[in-house]
């Protein structure tokens, strides 16, 4: 079955630490995204790469950073710049739709990652 | 600039009672339109879209929703609602000339009452 994966789970920051939230996807994708989600929030956007070895800002990118080595792959890294870390991760990724002349994509989302400050 | 309202934070509806989640966009071209359920601790799951054509677009777990161009909606419908469609709703806009940029409303969160 086609989709994306993120791993892992749940994730524990100790103070000081970077860590990395993995995500891939076996849709033949070439956008990929990274979202936070915080209660009462919705989502907002870190980082975008719309083709490998490409990657933008988003709206929160400052103490994250990302590589986008091979197309199924967007590691997310959660440095310890990010003095507020505690949230939900979601990964995304977009790709064309069936309709002939059908130039939006349609994203679709990993089960997320809960990352936790110790 | 693009952008998406989702009025209403919670709503509270009893279990078959009718359901309708209401969603604003402000866009300046042709909207592509997204709906996406959250259930707790889970990813987004894709209810349906509408890029063009017929103006009530049907998607999973019996659900619809309704393109208004005149109002800048796309209002999300169920007849009946389940237990189980208690969860969070997102409505979203595609834009862009790459066609792959995304702008999400808050969220509404749904209960449903036995």
């Known amino acids: 079955d086609g989709g994306i994966t993120q791993s892992p789970k749940y994730l524990f920051r100790k103070e000081g630490q970077n860590v990395t939230l993995s995500c891939e996807q076996n849709?033949?994708?070439?956008?990929m995204y990274w979202y936070r989600q915080d209660p009462g929030q919705g989502l907002r956007l870190i980082y975008y790469?719309?083709?490998?070895?490409?990657?933008q800002k988003g709206d929160i990118a400052e103490g994250y950073s990302v590589s986008r080595e091979k197309k199924e792959s967007f590691p997310l890294t959660v440095t310890s710049a990010q003095k507020n870390p505690t949230a939900f991760y979601l990964c995304?990724?977009?790709?064309?739709?069936?309709?002939?002349?059908?130039?939006?994509?349609?994203?679709?989302f990993g089960p997320g990652t809960r990352l936790l400050v110790l | 600039a693009q952008s998406v309202t989702q009025p209403d934070i919670h709503i509270t509806v009893s279990e078959g009672a009718s359901l309708e989640l209401r969603c604003n966009y402000s866009y300046g071209a042709t909207p592509y339109l997204f709906w996406y359920v959250q259930s707790p601790g889970q990813g987004l799951q894709l209810l349906l879209k509408y890029f063009s054509g017929d103006t009530l677009v049907q998607g999973i777990k019996g659900f619809e929703a309704e393109f208004k161009r005149s109002q800048s909606s796309f209002n999300l419908r169920k007849p009946s609602v389940h237990w189980s469609d208690a969860a969070e709703y997102f409505c979203?806009?595609?834009?862009?000339?790459?066609?792959?940029?995304?702008?999400f409303g808050t969220g509404t969160s749904l209960t449903v009452i036995p």
């Open positions: 849709l033949n994708h070439d956008a």
């Open positions: 979203a806009v595609g834009a862009g000339f790459t066609g792959n940029q995304f702008y």
């Open positions: 790469s719309q083709i490998v070895n490409d990657f």
């Open positions: 995304a990724s977009s790709g064309p739709g069936q309709g002939a002349g059908e130039t939006q994509e349609t994203q679709y």
